[in-house]
T-cell receptor, first 110, second 114 residues
Framework: NAGVTQTPKFRVLKTGQSMTLLCAQDMNHEYMYWYRQDPGMGLRLIHYSVGEGTTAKGEVPDGYNVSRLKKQNFLLGLESAAPSQTSVYFC?????????FGEGSRLTVL | GESVGLHLPTLSVQEGDNSIINCAYSNSASDYFIWYKQESGKGPQFIIDIRSNMDKRQGQRVTVLLNKTVKHLSLQIAATQPGDSAVYFCAGPGGGFGNEKLTFGTGTRLTIIP
């Protein structure tokens, strides 16, 4: 089992560019999450989904959009990247208990 | 909402010794906590969890203690090994049901000294 897979693992963007991070899970989990991790800040929840076709805002949703068109995929979009969005992004999934995390996607916005 | 935090950002322990990592939380109604381990360049991994109807839970070389009176929990790692070097996070419910919105602490970086 691959578990939770994130693509891409690294990306450099210029301010104002857009991009999409893809998260895929093969565990048939209902819940999926996007977190960002910054030095000294721990993990902060951006958006999450409690099932296919549903999304909800987390702690720091501004500047991001998400979609959950298929149960196994959770997409995180940046419409107009800003340097403040330079971070490591983690996707996670769960069935209501333990969170399973991907390996992370490091995004740099210049 | 819930907030969780860790007492020390870094901790160094001699290999073979026991280590204790602490965490405090704010919401007395929180009923579920999880400890995660994050190695360099990887995503967090589940270590152990505890519900509020328990004071202590043991795993393999790890023990979590929950003190609801002072809203404090700790992770004890016995006989530390080099592979225990990592950042450790506690997490608690941040609203919603179950783990819908987990809130993570800022983490303690544990370094095992050979």
């Amino acid at each position: 089992n691959a578990g939770v897979t994130q693509t891409p693992k690294f990306r450099v963007l210029k301010t104002g560019q857009s991009m999409t991070l893809l998260c895929a899970q093969d565990m048939n989990h209902e819940y999926m999450y996007w977190y960002r991790q910054d030095p000294g800040m721990g993990l902060r929840l951006i958006h999450y989904s409690v099932g296919e076709g549903t999304t909800a805002k987390g702690e720091v949703p501004d500047g991001y959009n998400v979609s959950r068109l298929k149960k196994q995929n959770f997409l995180l979009g940046l419409e107009s990247a800003a340097p403040s969005q330079t971070s490591v992004y983690f996707c996670a999934s769960s069935q209501g208990g333990e969170l399973f995390f991907g390996e992370g996607s490091r995004l740099t916005v210049l | 909402g819930e907030s969780v935090g860790l007492h020390l950002p870094t901790l160094s322990v001699q290999e073979g010794d026991n280590s204790i990592i602490n965490c405090a939380y704010s919401n007395s109604a929180s009923d579920y906590f999880i400890w995660y381990k994050q190695e360099s360049g990887k995503g967090p991994q589940f270590i152990i969890d505890i519900r509020s109807n328990m004071d202590k839970r043991q795993g393999q070389r790890v023990t979590v203690l929950l003190n609801k009176t002072v809203k404090h929990l700790s992770l004890q790692i016995a006989a530390t090994q080099p592979g225990d070097s990592a950042v450790y996070f506690c997490a608690g419910p941040g609203g919603g049901f179950g783990n819908e919105k987990l809130t993570f602490g800022t983490g303690t970086r544990l370094t095992i000294i050979p």
